[in-house]
C-alpha cells in the first residue's frame, strides 16, 4: 500500500474551517483515500473516502488533486469536540488490502 | 456509538493470568478484527477474520489467542503477557473484508 505524509499536528480556532493536507505521491489508481479520526482514548472514527472526485458527507469534505497525488480534508465549521489525530489512508478497494495507520495529523481546536 | 462494543473496558492483569477480550458487533458485518495501540505508536493489526475463519495473523506471539465462534462475536484470549503486553486492544468490523471498518472503544489492558 502506498504511504502518506501528513502534518505531525495542526491547530485551528473554534467555529473556523479546518483544513488537513495529506501527500500520497505514490498512489496508484485502484487505491482509494480514506480518511479516519482517533479522539483521545477512544477507537478510530470513519470519516470519509474518495477515489478521484471530490466528496462530502455530514462530518467533512474530501478534496483530491487532479493528479491524485495528495488531498485535503476539509472539517467546515471545527468544534472542540473535533479535537483528535486524524489519519490519511490509502488503500485498495479489496479484500486483501488492509488499512495501516500512520502516525496522523493531532488537530487542536481552540476556543 | 458505533455498533461495536467491547468488555472490558479495562483490565489489569499478571503475568501468570489468563483472561479473554470480547468484542460483540451489531452491524451484521461479516469481518472483524483485532488491533493493539500501545503507547505513542501507530495501530498495529493483530489478526483478521472474515466469515468466521482467520484470514490474517500478523506474527502475533501465541500468548494471544483469537477466537470467532460466529460472526457478532470474536475473543481475544490471553495468557502469561508481558509488561511490554501493556496497550489499547481495539476490536473493529466490516461488512466484508477490506471495507470501511468501525471501530469498538477499546479494552486498556495493563499487565503488572
Known amino acids: 500500500d502506498a504511504k502518506t505524509t501528513q502534518p505531525t499536528s495542526m491547530d485551528c480556532a473554534e467555529g473556523r474551517a479546518a483544513n488537513l493536507p495529506c501527500n500520497h505521491s505514490?498512489?496508484?489508481?485502484?487505491?482509494?483515500v480514506y480518511w479516519y479520526r482517533q479522539i483521545h482514548s477512544q477507537g478510530p472514527q470513519y470519516i470519509i473516502h474518495?477515489?478521484?472526485n471530490n466528496e462530502t458527507n455530514e462530518m467533512a469534505s474530501l478534496i483530491i488533486t487532479e493528479d491524485r497525488k495528495s488531498s485535503t480534508l476539509i472539517l467546515p465549521h471545527a468544534t472542540l469536540r473535533d479535537t483528535a489525530v486524524y489519519y490519511c489512508?490509502?488503500?485498495?478497494?479489496?479484500?486483501?488490502?488492509?488499512?495501516?495507520f500512520g502516525s496522523g495529523t493531532r488537530l487542536s481546536i481552540r476556543p | 456509538e458505533t455498533g461495536v462494543t467491547q468488555t472490558p473496558r479495562h483490565l489489569v492483569m499478571g503475568m501468570t493470568n489468563k483472561k479473554s477480550l470480547k468484542c460483540e458487533q451489531h452491524?451484521?458485518?461479516?469481518?472483524m478484527y483485532w488491533y493493539k495501540q500501545s503507547a505513542k505508536k501507530p495501530l498495529e493489526l493483530m489478526f483478521v477474520?472474515?466469515?468466521?475463519?482467520?484470514?490474517e495473523n500478523n506474527s502475533v506471539p501465541s500468548r494471544f489467542s483469537p477466537e470467532c465462534p460466529n460472526s457478532s462475536h470474536l475473543f481475544l484470549h490471553l495468557h502469561t503477557l508481558q509488561p511490554e503486553d501493556s496497550a489499547l486492544y481495539l476490536c473493529?468490523?466490516?461488512?466484508?473484508?477490506?471495507?470501511?471498518?468501525?471501530f469498538g472503544p477499546g479494552t486498556r489492558l495493563t499487565v503488572t
Open positions: 473493529a468490523s466490516s461488512l466484508t473484508s477490506g471495507q470501511v471498518q468501525y
Open positions: 505514490t498512489i496508484s489508481g485502484n487505491e482509494y
Open positions: 474518495g477515489l478521484k
Open positions: 489512508i490509502v488503500k485498495e478497494d479489496s479484500s486483501a488490502s488492509k488499512i495501516i
Open positions: 452491524l451484521g458485518h461479516n469481518a
Open positions: 477474520y472474515s466469515l468466521e475463519e482467520r484470514v
